[in-house]
């Protein structure tokens, strides 16, 4: 039971702050270097 609770627990901490950084604006950040990650990657950039 313990261990359920604490799974629901930081499943909602993790929902809370995916919430809060796409409130600040952070996901075109994320995205943005997501996109230079995998040109380099490839070679293209």
């Known amino acids: 039971m313990k261990l359920q609770r604490a799974r629901i627990g930081a499943f909602v901490i993790a929902i809370a702050f995916i919430i809060m950084g796409s409130f600040r604006g952070e996901v075109s950040t994320v995205f943005n ?5 995998c040109l380099e990657c ?3 950039g």
């Not at 270097?33 to 990650?37: D, E, T």
């Open 33 to 37: 270097k997501a996109v230079n990650i």
């Open 42 to 44: 490839i070679g293209i």
